[in-house]
Every structure is written in C-alpha cells, then in structure tokens.
C-alpha cells in the first residue's frame, strides 16, 4: 500500500486562495493521470481537477476558472492553486490517482472557506 500525502489546507475566507500540495511516492507516477477530489460532509467524493503525465488538464465545471493543477514529475508531486474560493469549496481534498484507487488513499487535507 503507498499513501499519498496531501498538505496545504486551512480556513481561508471567501474570495481568498490557497494552495494545496501532494507527495506521490508512486513507481508509476510519471506515467498516471493524477487527480485532486475532495469530499465535503454529507455528500459524495467528487473529481475536482486531472493532469496528465504530459501535463493536459481538465476540471470540474464547479471550479472552472478559479483552480489550476499543475504537476512537477521530477519531484512526484501535485498541486492545486485554488483561488476565489466560495463557502461550497469547503471540503477535505485528496489527490490520487484517475481513476481512484482505495489503496493510494491519503488523510486528506481539509480546506475552510468561511468569513
């Protein structure tokens, strides 16, 4: 089992930006999409942002525009800039892979947005 390692999160108000970090030690990672998804209480997981190993990017309509996933693949890392975050961005954010595998799980980072 390798867990990823997410960092990064606070309480930040609305309009405000952070950004959240993630340390895959995978063999493979220059060859996966990775992903961030987060999970607010109550509801499902959802898929926020993919990256390719090549660096093509895609995003959820809900944060369109105001995220950016980038990857370095020297360092098997993965970022989110977040920014104009609204109250319903408040989640816990996980990275992994695409699609999701229950064995790479990390704790997760939780993000606050509240004034």
């Known amino acids: 089992q390798v867990q990823l390692v997410e960092s990064g999160g606070g309480l930040v108000q609305p309009g405000g930006s952070l950004r959240l970090s993630c340390a895959a030690p995978?063999?493979?990672?220059?060859?996966?999409?990775m992903g961030w998804y987060r999970q607010a209480p109550g509801k499902q997981r959802e898929l926020v942002a993919t990256?390719?190993?090549?660096?093509?990017?895609n995003y959820a309509d809900s944060v369109k525009g105001r995220f950016t996933i980038s990857r370095d693949n020297a360092k098997n890392m993965v970022y989110l800039q977040m920014s104009s975050l609204k109250p319903e961005d408040t989640a816990v954010y996980y990275c992994?892979?695409?699609?999701?595998?229950?064995?790479?799980r990390g704790q997760g980072t939780q993000v606050i947005v509240s004034s």
């Open positions: 990256i390719t190993s090549r660096g093509s990017t």
């Open positions: 995978l063999n493979i990672f220059r060859l996966v999409v």
């Open positions: 992994n892979i695409q699609p999701w595998r229950d064995d790479y």
